[in-house]
């Protein structure tokens, strides 16, 4: 395991990578996490590949966007143009992609733009995109510019203790605290007042704009590689639900379950990272 980093704009974006195989991969995370999410699945495995497991901006160690800049969903478009500049940066010609809830999302998404970039997807605990029906288009809106005017008038919490806030991130998560602690270490810093977040605030703004159904299932239509998805047996019911209304867009999409909830990847770690290999082996890749 070593750290890295790659300047994308104006913005360096930092992360880990693992292994030293031939074939690539890049890891990308869910939102609100960051790259240790890998950790469990990746650190002291034999790996076929070499992973490059990036924080997205405002996450981890990357830098935050700009004071007048957003995290909208929409504006992950800017972060599949962070993943088309780190494959630039890496000199390949083709990369696996393998994303967790939101990096699964930006995943599908850059595949369905660039699939001649592209060799295998692997989704964990996401599908397709989160959608708005198109005549609620008005509400989304208002939504979201009155929430970032609550995100602005919030002030930072601090903790006295990091174990504290490990504990408060516990309380919401489906995962036990040891785990949340391995993921949460890479969200935290050390303040005058105490420990606090180094997630940018504003991620917790709402999407002023998503995409529809119909749009969806285009984007879905238009990946043109090998795709699998990986469930969680208890695992977020909004992804089920996508499976079922979008799934048959995929083109040949395997399905695989494993023990966990969200973060199955964390929970079941080496089954999880078994399906990834024997994914890429199948395909061809390996």
Request: net charge negative; glycine share 8%; proline share 3%.
């Amino acid at each position: 395991m070593h750290p890295f980093s790659v300047q994308s704009g104006e913005l360096t974006l930092h992360g880990l990578t693992f292994g030293q195989g031939k074939e690539i991969v890049i890891g990308l995370h869910g939102w609100l996490d960051n790259c240790h999410s890998f950790l469990p699945m990746l650190e002291n495995n034999t790996l076929s590949a070499t992973w490059y497991c990036i924080d997205f901006p405002g996450h981890g160690k990357s830098d935050w966007r700009g004071a007048d800049a957003h995290y909208y969903f929409i504006d992950y478009i800017d972060d599949i143009d962070d993943i088309y500049n780190l494959i630039d940066k890496l000199s390949v010609a083709k990369v696996h992609l393998v994303g967790h809830s939101m990096g699964a999302m930006a995943a599908g998404l850059f595949a369905s733009c660039f699939a001649e970039k592209v060799k295998s997807v692997t989704m964990i605990e996401g599908l397709g995109v989160i959608t708005t029906p198109s005549e609620e288009v008005v509400t989304q809106l208002r939504k979201a510019i009155l929430n970032r005017h609550r995100i602005k008038q919030k002030v930072p919490r601090y903790y006295d203790s990091k174990q504290t806030l490990y504990q408060a991130r516990a309380q919401v998560s489906d995962l036990p605290l040891d785990l949340v602690t391995v993921l949460m270490e890479r969200n935290i810093i050390k303040g005058e007042q105490g420990w606090l977040l180094s997630t940018d605030p504003k991620l917790k703004n709402h999407s002023g704009f998503r995409f529809d159904e119909q749009q969806c299932i285009t984007a879905i239509s238009e990946i043109n590689v090998p795709c699998q998805l990986i469930l969680g047996h208890q695992g977020y019911p909004f992804v089920k639900q996508n499976l079922d209304k979008y799934g048959c867009y995929y083109k040949g999409l395997i399905v695989n379950k494993v023990v966990g909830g969200h973060h199955c990847h964390m929970q079941s770690p080496s089954e999880c990272l078994q399906h990834v290999q024997a994914f890429m082996l199948q395909t061809g890749a390996c």
